[in-house]
Structures are given as C-alpha cells and as structure tokens.
C-alpha cells in the first residue's frame, strides 16, 4: 500500500482527520480491512428498475461514484437519468445507455450544486497517459470507458504501478471487478479484452466541507458516521457540526433514500460553523436498521451530506448504561435479516434472537472497539448439544467480513477473525439456560464493519439473544478465553510513515508480472471515545458510511 498524498487545498483545513467506510476488497486472512467510501452499484435496488439504470445506467452510476468519492456528497441517480435523458446524452438517439461527449460537458448545475469541477470532458487516451495519471496525483478522479461499460477510476499508485477501480457493475470474471473497491494492475487495464481504458473524463473537488456527528466521527469532504439506538416509535436524537466553503444556510435530513421526505434540523451558527439539533420521529419506520442522510443547504444553493447515519430501532431492551460501562444490543434491532427472529417457543428464548445456523453471519454494523475490553455473546442451545466433536471446538466470535466459521467436517474458517470464544456444551436446562461466551478485546484496535458467526457442530443452532459491549471487564488471572489479535505492524510503508495509523498493505503478484493490492489497515487504539453510546461508540452501518479528507485513507487521525 502507497504513503497516500492530501491535496494542497485541503492543507489548510486539516485540523480534524477522518474514519472511512466500505471495504477494499482482500484475499487475505491475516490482514485488517482498509475503508473505502460505498462503490455504488447499478443493479441496487433505490433505482435499478427506474429509468433503465439496471441495464443502461453505467455512464450515471460511475458519475455517481466518482462525485461521491472526492466531496462526499451523493447525487441521486434517478433525476440524473432524466436530466441526462433531457439533452439526448442517455438513452436517445445515440441508443441505449450513455453519451459520454454529451453528458460529461453538461453538468454545469450539477457541478454548482455537489462541489466539483469537470476538468476535461473526454479525451481518447488510456491509464499510462501523464496527464491522466497526473490528474490522479493531484486528487482528481476519472470516468472512464472500457469495452462496452464506463468506469471510475479514484486514485494510482505509483509504487507497484496499480489503479483504484469503482466498477458499477462488478464483475470478478471479465473485469477483475467486485462490488467495493478493487485496485488493478496498470496490465488489466492495459492489456484485457474488458477492462482496458480507451476513453477518460476529469473531475475534481472544488469544495471544503467540514463535518462532525456527536458520538459518531468527523470527516472532511466525506461524511461523518455514526449510530444513534432509539426504541421504535420514539424521537431519535441527531447533532453535530458543519462547515463549508459556500457557508450554510440550513440543515435537514432524509431516511432511507426517501429524498422526497425532507425532516428539518435546528441550525446555529458558532465560532466551529454551524451547529445542527434535532429529533427524528421515528413512528411508521418499524424496527431494524434505517438509514438517516444528513444534508446542508449552502448559501449559494448547493448542496453538501453531513453525515450518513444508521438508526437503529428496536424494541427497548438494549442501550447504554452509563452507570456501568456496558452497550446492551439486542437481536431486535437486526429485524429483517436473515436468521434473525422475534421469538422463539422454545424455553427461555422468547425473544428476539439470531439462530447461528450452518453458513450464517449477522450484519451488526459499524463498531469502534477500542473503547471496549470484552464482549459478552449470551446464548442458549439444545441439552444435547455437543461443543466439541472429532477434536474441534466450535468458536463463537466476531469477523470483519461476512465469512462465517462452517461447519462440521471442515476446520473453522479463521477469515477476517477479530475475537472469538469457545461453546459450551448444552446443559439438562437446554434453551432456558442463558450461556455467556466471553470474547477478550483488551488487545484488539479494530473499527469498521462488524459480523457475529459461530462453527456449527450439527444441524443444532445456538440462539443468540443479546451482546454485551463493555468498557471494563474483571478477566479471571487465567481463562481460556480465546482472541484473536491483529498482525503487529511497525507503521511503515513503502513511500512514507503513518503517522496515525498503524496500516498493513497485503499484495499478491497477479499472473502478468504486475501486483494487485488489496490494501487493508487498522484503526489505532484510542482510550474513551466520547459518545452518547459511550466510549468505543458504534459508529455507522448499513454498508454505506464515509471516509474522510477529499480522498482515500491518507496519514490521518481519529477524531
């Protein structure tokens, strides 16, 4: 991985240094995720059935992206496809799909409206072309169009000669691709029948946003992150703090891409900007996980996000107990997802609870566990319930990537592993006797996305009810709690030393002599986060948060 640059305009404002968000995509087991602002993907559902975007929308999405990745700030793809559709550069006379030397020269408003710059509407020319990579130095971004498909491009490093690729409709076979973001070597993008690069546009950011959510993190030209818990149908509290370059005018927020649907917040100016307030009704959203985009008005019309949050609703039992240390989550705010159900007739276990089944992994979110020493899973099982068979005893623990542990006949699947535990054999009081594994995190610098798994012995599940984050913890002197720590790392990299954080870069040489660099990297270890969840906060889901500073994960901080 490359000691990554801050562009010049940034400098000046660089007092408070960002979190990131979506996975780089890894093939390794040992290293920790780096994060990636959200690679939008066509075929989502908000708008791949509106305005041909499923099929047709590669040119919109990859603009989308690309938008996204240097500001921030995401445009809503569906009046984009219209507008594109307006002046016969989508779908029109051309045909299906984009018009490149239409639409890319005509996005005045838009580039008014999100804060960026199109520097050069299309150019004939490939990746190795100096203006191009140039322009990628500098902290500029590219759409660019491969055979058939339109791309962007975000960033190149020059150390082993590979570009960060967003592909709007990833494709691991023919393009090297996957739903997140994917560095390439320059030979794939040279050299291959589908992914080679024949045609770019440029954009840059022209904007400086400055955002923060209480209890969540701060971000430059990206969005903040965090969750807020609330009981369904109850006020959930929003706050934070924004500047910009155009000033701000006001301040409102959406729910689950709902644009139509605007909740106004409070907004006061103060010596650090302009400080937002506000409670979300939360009746009619129904329990589970929403996502709140907070947005400011700009003086001069524009538009800039905030912050992307994840509302959390559930049914009252779980939150934080400031008296104690401890963040009761438990299963009811994670309705909807797969093996995740109300209630149970067995026993105990009348309430809501994920069913640890063969292959199965919970989504739990975004988590800072720095602040925290251990979690408690508490679960129930069958009497008969073996824990151990043939040698092995089944884990329960914690993952940074949806891989669960398998099952039964294979070793435990140790992919992504951040802390885990053993089970317990079942007991004479089977599924009303609540069990507590206790996963050790004293030496864990972890934050990002989260997944619950466990290693299926039989076709017998565990019923996990509840997670109990906690602060402190009073370990025996000797236990047998299992954890799982991270590489040790001295902080250097090829190119330059981070400063903030500690960084692991995993490459792997590719079949034509060049390196794909799937880069990964770890949050450093900070002592009591301030939250309203407590320290060591949860700070966003939903697949979908932000990374900060104008690009991706350079030599910055935690806030």
Same mark, same amino acid.
Not at 311 to 330: C, K
């Given at each position: 991985?490359?000691?990554?640059?801050?562009?010049?305009?940034?400098?000046?404002?660089?007092?408070?240094?960002?979190?990131?968000?979506?996975?780089?995509?890894?093939?390794?087991?040992?290293?920790?995720?780096?994060?990636?602002?959200?690679?939008?993907?066509?075929?989502?559902?908000?708008?791949?059935?509106?305005?041909?975007?499923?099929?047709?929308?590669?040119?919109?999405?990859?603009?989308?992206?690309?938008?996204?990745?240097?500001?921030?700030?995401?445009?809503?793809?569906?009046?984009?496809?219209?507008?594109?559709?307006?002046?016969?550069?989508?779908?029109?006379?051309?045909?299906?799909?984009?018009?490149?030397?239409?639409?890319?020269?005509?996005?005045?408003?838009?580039?008014?409206?999100?804060?960026?710059?199109?520097?050069?509407?299309?150019?004939?020319?490939?990746?190795?072309?100096?203006?191009?990579?140039?322009?990628?130095?500098?902290?500029?971004?590219?759409?660019?169009?491969?055979?058939?498909?339109?791309?962007?491009?975000?960033?190149?490093?020059?150390?082993?000669?590979?570009?960060?690729?967003?592909?709007?409709?990833?494709?691991?076979?023919?393009?090297?691709?996957?739903?997140?973001?994917?560095?390439?070597?320059?030979?794939?993008? %040279?050299?291959?029948?589908?992914? %080679?690069?024949?045609?770019?546009?440029?954009?840059?950011?022209?904007?400086?946003?400055?955002?923060?959510?209480?209890?969540?993190?701060?971000?430059?030209?990206?969005?903040?992150?965090?969750?807020?818990?609330?009981?369904?149908?109850?006020?959930?509290?929003?706050?934070?703090?924004?500047?910009?370059?155009?000033?701000?005018?006001?301040?409102?927020?959406?729910?689950?891409?709902?644009?139509?649907?605007?909740?106004?917040?409070?907004?006061?100016?103060?010596?650090?900007?302009?400080?937002?307030?506000?409670?979300?009704? %939360?009746?009619?959203?129904?329990?589970?996980?929403?996502?709140?985009?907070?947005?400011?008005?700009?003086?001069?019309?524009?538009?800039?996000?905030?912050?992307?949050?994840?509302?959390?609703?559930?049914?009252?039992?779980?939150?934080?107990?400031?008296?104690?240390?401890?963040?009761?989550?438990?299963?009811?705010?994670?309705?909807?997802? =797969?093996?995740?159900?109300?209630?149970?007739?067995?026993?105990?276990?009348?309430?809501?609870?994920?069913?640890?089944?063969?292959?199965?992994?919970?989504?739990?979110?975004?988590?800072?566990?720095?602040?925290?020493?251990?979690?408690?899973?508490?679960?129930?099982?069958?009497?008969?319930?073996?824990?151990?068979?043939?040698?092995?005893?089944?884990?329960?623990?914690?993952?940074?990537?949806?891989?669960?542990?398998?099952?039964?006949?294979?070793?435990?699947?140790?992919?992504?592993?951040?802390?885990?535990?053993?089970?317990?054999?079942?007991?004479?009081?089977?599924?009303?006797?609540?069990?507590?594994?206790?996963?050790?995190?004293?030496?864990?610098?972890?934050?990002?996305?989260?997944?619950?798994?466990?290693?299926?012995?039989?076709?017998?599940?565990?019923?996990?009810?509840?997670?109990?984050?906690?602060?402190?913890?009073?370990?025996?002197?000797?236990?047998?709690?299992? %954890?799982?720590?991270?590489?040790?790392?001295?902080?250097?990299?090829?190119?330059?030393?981070?400063?903030?954080?500690?960084?692991?870069?995993?490459?792997?040489?590719?079949?034509?002599?060049?390196?794909?660099?799937?880069?990964?990297?770890?949050?450093?270890?900070?002592?009591?986060?301030? =939250?309203?969840?407590?320290?060591?906060?949860?700070?966003?889901?939903?697949?979908?948060?932000?990374?900060?500073?104008?690009?991706?994960?350079?030599?910055?901080?935690?806030?």
């Amino acid at each position: 991985m490359k000691h990554v640059r801050i562009t010049a305009a940034i400098l000046v404002v660089l007092a408070i240094l960002p979190l990131t968000a979506v996975l780089a995509w890894a093939g390794t087991e040992t290293a920790l995720p780096v994060e990636y602002p959200t690679c939008y993907q066509q075929t989502d559902k908000r708008w791949a059935d509106k305005e041909l975007i499923g099929p047709n929308g590669c040119g919109l999405i990859s603009l989308v992206n690309a938008v996204h990745y240097i500001t921030g700030n995401f445009i809503d793809p569906v009046p984009l496809a219209i507008y594109a559709h307006e002046i016969d550069a989508y779908n029109g006379s051309v045909g299906g799909g984009t018009a490149r030397w239409v639409l890319y020269g005509n996005l005045k408003n838009y580039e008014e409206k999100y804060g960026f710059r199109v520097d050069n509407a299309g150019k004939d020319a490939g990746v190795t072309n100096k203006a191009f990579i140039e322009h990628l130095k500098q902290g500029g971004v590219a759409i660019c169009h491969v055979y058939g498909h339109f791309i962007a491009i975000m960033d190149y490093d020059p150390q082993n000669n590979t570009y960060l690729v967003y592909d709007c409709a990833a494709n691991p076979q023919k393009r090297f691709s996957y739903p997140r973001a994917t560095w390439l070597t320059q030979a794939k993008l %040279t050299k291959s029948q589908y992914m %080679t690069v024949d045609w770019w546009c440029l954009l840059s950011a022209t904007k400086v946003a400055r955002n923060s959510f209480d209890g969540g993190t701060s971000a430059i030209n990206r969005e903040a992150t965090g969750t807020v818990c609330a009981r369904a149908g109850e006020k959930a509290s929003l706050s934070g703090t924004v500047s910009h370059t155009d000033g701000v005018e006001s301040v409102y927020c959406t729910v689950d891409y709902d644009f139509s649907k605007e909740y106004p917040l409070q907004a006061e100016k103060t010596e650090d900007g302009v400080r937002y307030t506000g409670s979300l009704e %939360t009746e009619g959203f129904g329990m589970g996980e929403h996502l709140v985009r907070i947005t400011a008005r700009t003086a001069k019309g524009g538009l800039s996000d905030i912050a992307e949050i994840s509302l959390r609703l559930d049914d009252g039992e779980g939150g934080y107990d400031a008296q104690t240390g401890r963040l009761h989550v438990n299963m009811s705010g994670y309705a909807g997802q =797969s093996n995740v159900y109300a209630a149970s007739d067995k026993g105990a276990v009348h309430a809501a609870h994920f069913r640890t089944e063969p292959g199965a992994c919970l989504s739990l979110g975004r988590f800072d566990l720095s602040g925290y020493e251990a979690v408690i899973v508490r679960y129930a099982t069958t009497s008969g319930y073996a824990a151990t068979v043939g040698g092995v005893t089944a884990p329960i623990g914690l993952k940074s990537e949806a891989i669960s542990y398998g099952k039964r006949g294979q070793e435990p699947d140790r992919t992504a592993e951040i802390a885990a535990s053993v089970l317990e054999d079942g007991t004479e009081g089977g599924w009303a006797d609540v069990r507590e594994a206790v996963l050790d995190l004293r030496n864990v610098h972890y934050s990002g996305p989260l997944y619950l798994s466990a290693y299926s012995q039989s076709n017998r599940y565990q019923a996990v009810v509840e997670l109990i984050f906690c602060e402190k913890y009073d370990f025996p002197e000797t236990d047998d709690t299992e %954890t799982t720590a991270q590489p040790a790392t001295d902080g250097t990299e090829q190119g330059g030393t981070e400063t903030a954080e500690i960084t692991t870069a995993v490459a792997a040489k590719d079949s034509e002599g060049g390196t794909e660099t799937q880069a990964q990297t770890e949050a450093p270890k900070t002592g009591g986060c301030a =939250s309203v969840l407590g320290a060591g906060a949860v700070i966003g889901v939903f697949g979908i948060a932000a990374i900060a500073v104008c690009k991706r994960r350079r030599e910055d901080g935690r806030t």
